[in-house]
């Protein structure tokens, strides 16, 4: 299984900070990667496909880029209603799976 | 709109059986493949199950690989999940997803609210 290991795990920002989180691969997948944005007690919700395509609604300040093994998504500029856990997904391979996510908290 | 809405969580002792229900409407459900993807209390996503659009393909995680069966009615727009011989390891919310492309591996663009299962004696 391929495996997808998140960095940070957690981190604390400001609201107007540009926040990068990484995503890194066991082997490469192409550009199948998604990434999604959970808020407690809700399910995740899609912002990002094919690695740097932005859902239909999402925010502009919300990109992704990278292919292979190495994946990044950013935060322009980080509003409150950012606060969440971020996870990204492979979907190159089954069985698909999930990284560990990482907590975006208030600084 | 389009959504997605699961059922038949509960409590179920180790051992038992559990039927998930996911009702789709607002799309056609009946040209896109479905996943259900679970969440333990404080944990992270945890992928489960797919079955294609038809339901010629299917497949599972190894940790419930011969325990649970995906299914899907076409005629009800209903994604099913058959959960059998339960542990305590399964206690998690279950989410139903639908893939964003039609019968091509693709990101899960709608959820389900999730449906919470405690296997606990």
């Known amino acids: 299984a391929i495996q997808l290991t998140q960095s940070p795990s957690s981190l604390s920002a400001s609201v107007g900070d540009r926040v990068t989180i990484t995503c890194r691969a066991s082997?490469?997948?192409?550009?199948?990667l998604a990434w999604y944005q959970q808020k407690p007690g809700k399910a995740p919700k899609l912002l990002i496909y094919?690695?740097?395509s932005l859902e239909s609604g999402v925010p502009s300040r919300f990109s992704g880029s990278g292919s292979g093994t190495d994946f990044t998504l950013t935060i322009s500029s980080l509003q409150p209603e950012d606060f969440a856990t971020y996870y990204c997904?492979?979907?190159?391979?089954?069985?698909?799976?999930f990284g560990q996510g990482t907590k975006v908290e208030i600084k | 709109q389009v959504q997605l809405v699961e059922s038949g969580g509960g409590v179920v002792q180790p051992g038992g059986s559990l039927r998930l229900s996911c009702a789709a409407s607002?799309?056609?459900?009946?040209?896109?493949?479905m996943h259900w993807v679970r969440q333990a209390p404080g944990k992270g996503l945890e992928w489960v199950a797919f079955?294609?659009?038809?339901?010629?393909?299917?497949y599972y995680a190894d940790s419930v690989k011969g325990r649970f069966t995906i299914s899907r009615d076409n005629s009800k727009n209903t994604l099913y999940l058959q959960m059998n011989s339960l542990r305590a390891e399964d206690t998690a919310v279950y989410y139903c997803?639908?893939?964003?492309?039609?019968?091509?591996?693709?990101?899960?663009?709608?959820w389900g609210q999730g449906t919470m299962v405690t296997v606990s004696s």
């Open positions: 997803a639908k893939e964003r492309y039609f019968d091509w591996p693709d990101a899960f663009d709608i």
């Open positions: 607002g799309f056609t459900f009946s040209s896109y493949g």
């Open positions: 079955i294609r659009y038809d339901g010629s393909n299917k």
């Open positions: 082997q490469g997948i192409s550009s199948a």
């Open positions: 094919d690695a740097s």
């Open positions: 997904q492979q979907f190159n391979s089954y069985p698909r799976t």
